[in-house]
């Protein structure tokens, strides 16, 4: 990533596997190809990495975990699913490959507080609700989240915003 927030991208010649984490940052992000590459790109949802990655707050502290190897056969694993020209079973073996990493954990806290802190909610009232203090609140919920509520939270409103606004083009007759 360049130091105004850009990733530039392209091809390896020699055709290795780049694999990166990006998780820090509290800007939009603008992402140019130089020419064609093959790409994958995999989005977790808020403490969604946490089941694929033990202390994924370790990941957290870093703004970018640079050649990210989460698992000891990832690299060769996705090179055998890059190098396939089917796309719909290239598509089901990454699945394949990720659920076999899945492990089921408790997140069922920050779950609640993600759905108390995306409607509205107080971070203070959110505290009070979970009966723990709003320090902790926010340290917990970093440490799953990988960022604090109040950063989420003006994340949320702006995704929700451009969601509201892609609908309203799609429904609007004056759009279409």
């Given at each position: 990533?360049?130091d105004d927030n850009?990733?530039i991208i ?6 290795e596997i780049?694999a ?9 992000i603008?992402?140019l190809?130089?020419d ?5 790109t ?8 946490n089941?694929?990655i033990d202390?994924a707050?370790?990941l957290?502290g870093q ?5 990210f190897?989460?698992?000891p ?11 396939l020209?089917d796309r719909t079973?290239q598509?089901e073996?990454?699945?394949?490959y ?8 408790d997140?069922q806290l920050i779950?609640?507080i993600?759905?108390d ?5 107080k971070i ?8 723990i203090s ?7 919920f970093t440490?799953?989240?990988?960022k604090p509520?109040?950063?989420y ?5 702006f ?5 509201k606004k892609k ?7 004056a759009y279409?």
């Amino acid at each position: 990533m360049t130091d105004d927030n850009q990733i530039i991208i392209s091809h390896s010649p020699a055709n290795e596997i780049i694999a990166d984490f990006l998780a820090r940052y509290t800007r939009p992000i603008e992402i140019l190809y130089k020419d064609p590459v093959p790409e994958i790109t995999i989005y977790f949802k808020p403490s969604g990495i946490n089941h694929f990655i033990d202390k994924a707050y370790l990941l957290f502290g870093q703004k970018t975990a640079i050649n990210f190897n989460p698992f000891p056969d990832f690299y060769e694993t996705m090179k055998g699913i890059l190098e396939l020209n089917d796309r719909t079973f290239q598509i089901e073996m990454l699945e394949e490959y990720w659920l076999s990493k899945f492990d089921q954990k408790d997140l069922q806290l920050i779950e609640d507080i993600l759905l108390d802190i995306e409607s509205d909610l107080k971070i203070s009232d959110i505290a009070s609700k979970h009966t723990i203090s709003r320090q902790h609140l926010n340290t917990l919920f970093t440490k799953i989240v990988g960022k604090p509520c109040s950063e989420y939270r003006k994340i949320y409103r702006f995704r929700s915003t451009i969601e509201k606004k892609k609908n309203t083009k799609k429904t609007d007759p004056a759009y279409i």
